[in-house]
């Protein structure tokens, strides 16, 4: 099955035909041109994509690069450091209500590891360097231990 694909404002949109429609499966290409000139705004290039070429990853990051959808690994660090920030959020509240349960214990060495544990979290954006991974799939897989 194939996507018509386009890029509009540096967004890459991805049309889905409804094949059903398509009674002669040997002018599919005709079909999909004739699609294309519906719902492309006038104007704009647009390429046909076979839905195995399709990236699963980082739709937010998708470009188009010689008819091609390719991952822009710099927004997609973007897009996963954000992630990590809200799981950091949540373990930093998760640790907030440890905090007060600590401290109406009155355990000074609890309540150190908890703060050294907190400042490691409140700098996971400055310390966990995304460069490492130079893929879209390991960069989806990166987590830091602190979160895991």
Do not use: H
Not at 6 to 32: G, M, Q, R
Not at 40 to 63: D, H, Q, V
Not at 105 to 117: S, T, V
């Amino acid at each position: 099955m194939k996507f018509i694909i386009y890029e509009e404002d540096k967004s890459v949109t991805v049309v889905s035909p409804a094949y059903s429609l398509c009674v002669d499966e040997e002018n599919i290409e005709d079909f999909l041109n004739k699609i294309a000139l519906k719902v492309i705004p006038k104007g704009l290039s647009y390429f046909f994509i076979e839905n195995t070429e399709m990236p699963t990853l980082f739709r937010e990051a998708w470009k188009i690069s010689e008819e091609k959808i390719i991952i822009d690994m710099e927004k997609a660090r973007e897009i996963k450091m954000n992630e990590i920030r809200e799981l950091r959020s949540a373990k930093l509240a998760e640790l907030d209500i440890e905090e007060l349960k600590v401290m109406r214990k009155k355990d000074k060495i609890q309540l150190d590891e908890l703060y050294i544990k907190k400042e490691r979290l409140c700098d996971l954006p400055a310390t966990y360097d995304l460069l490492q991974f130079v893929t879209a799939e390991e960069l989806a897989e990166a987590l830091p231990e602190e979160l895991a």
